[in-house]
Structure formats: C-alpha cells, structure tokens
Antibody, heavy 120, light 106 residues
Framework: QVQLQQWGTGLLKPSETLSLTCAVYGGSLSTYYWSWIRQFPGKGLEWIGEINQGGNTNYNPSLKGRVTISVDASKNQFSLKLISVTAADTAVYYC??????????????WGQGTLVTVPS | TQLTQSPSSLSASVGDRVTITCRASQAINSYLVWYQQKPGKAPKVLMHSASTLQSGVPSRFSGSGSGTDFTLTISSLQPEDYATYFCQQLNTYPVTFGGGTKVEIK
C-alpha cells in the first residue's frame, strides 16, 4: 500500500521561502508523476505542479516562476519550494501521486496535508 | 480550462438522490475525476475517466458525461456521504478543479 508522508515549515513571514518534502513509502517513484496541490482557506484547490523520477517538471503558470519541484530518487522523496511567499499563499499543501497509466488519469494517493500560514 | 460546479452547496436527507454537475470551459474528453473530501482529510477518488468507479467506492455513486458537461450522482444518500465533492480535469495543463459542492444534512 502506497503511503505519502509530508513535512515542512508551517509558519512563514512574508517574502520567505516555503519548503516542503514528501516521502513515498510502499512504492517507487518510477512510472508516475508526483504532484503538489494546495487548498485555500475558502476550500478551493489549486494544482501547483509535478515531477517524475527523471526530473521532468510541469508547473502552474499562475505561480509565475516562484515554484521549484525537485526529486531525490535515492531517498524516494520529492520536494516543493515556493519563494517570496505572501498571505495569499496561506493554504493546506498536499503532495499526491499522479497516475496516468493504462489511460487512467487521477491523483490516487495523497499526503496528510501541511497547513502553511503566512500572516499579512 | 475552467470548471464550474453546481450547486456550491445543497441540503439533502438520507435516502435522497443527489446530482452534482461540472461544466468545463472547453472540451476535456473524459479526463475528469470526482473526489470526495471530508473535514481535515485529503480528497479521495470516487470516479475517474468521468464514469469509472474507483475500486472500493460504493455503487450508489455514478458518473456520466463527456466533452464539457459531467454529472456525479448519488442514488441514495447515506450518512457517510455528507462531505464536499470536487471535479478535476486532467485533459490539459494546468490541471484544474471545480469550486466544490458541499453536501449537508437536511
């Protein structure tokens, strides 16, 4: 059974860098894409981006170059960095596995979520 | 691709039939997923490919549609179904979500 466990700093000041890591247990990073998704206090969901084991990435243009997703295959982990945070980045951040095999597309496994707060 | 869900909330009784719609701003084939989310938990897949029930999900859930208009139906609402439901499109980048539908007890 695949499990994702995430951690990182929960309270930031404006202009600081958000840094989160997600470890994958019970499965390999290979074959899949690994995503970051956030949920705002009003409950809306926003896809941040994704990476595969080879380091190929896709990002949401809305984040305007502030985001970097990286992978450490030796540790079976992937990470999120978001620079120059503001209060608008306050959200619960989730890591998730993106399945795209056999014409099935979905985020089927999710981390537990990390609340990141940036006071205004 | 923008996804518009309706209604944003609804009140229903146990045993009621509930229908939630999701409309895409452009055609997304059948690359649509429905999630259920309960307070404090991550979203959980109910349906993928618009109409394929995810393993382990009760058969009272069903999905339909293709192109731009999609529907999630709960045939007989159960107490454990009170939650928020989201649609998601995976046809084009960036991946996007609908605004959610909160199903509450009447």
């Amino acid at each position: 059974q695949v499990q994702l466990q995430q951690w990182g700093t929960g309270l930031l000041k404006p202009s600081e860098t958000l840094s989160l890591t997600c470890a994958v247990y019970g499965g390999s990073l290979s074959t899949y894409y690994w995503s970051w998704i956030r949920q705002f206090p009003g409950k809306g969901l926003e896809w941040i981006g994704e990476i595969n084991q080879g380091g190929n990435t896709n990002y949401n243009p809305s984040l305007k170059g502030r985001v970097t997703i990286s992978v450490d295959a030796s540790k079976n982990q992937f990470s999120l960095k978001l620079i120059s945070v503001t209060a608008a980045d306050t959200a619960v951040y989730y890591c998730a596995r993106y399945t795209w095999l056999s014409a099935i597309f979905m985020h089927d496994y999710w981390g537990q979520g990390t609340l990141v707060t940036v006071p205004s | 691709t923008q996804l518009t869900q309706s209604p944003s909330s609804l009140s229903a009784s146990v045993g009621d039939r509930v229908t939630i719609t999701c409309r895409a701003s452009q055609a997304i084939n059948s690359y649509l997923v429905w999630y259920q989310q309960k307070p404090g938990k991550a979203p959980k897949v109910l349906m993928h490919s618009a109409s394929t029930l995810q393993s382990g999900v009760p058969s009272r859930f069903s999905g339909s549609g293709s192109g731009t208009d999609f529907t999630l139906t709960i045939s007989s609402l159960q107490p454990e179904d009170y939650a928020t439901y989201f649609c998601q499109q995976l046809n084009t980048y960036p991946v996007t979500f609908g605004g959610g539908t909160k199903v509450e007890i009447k």
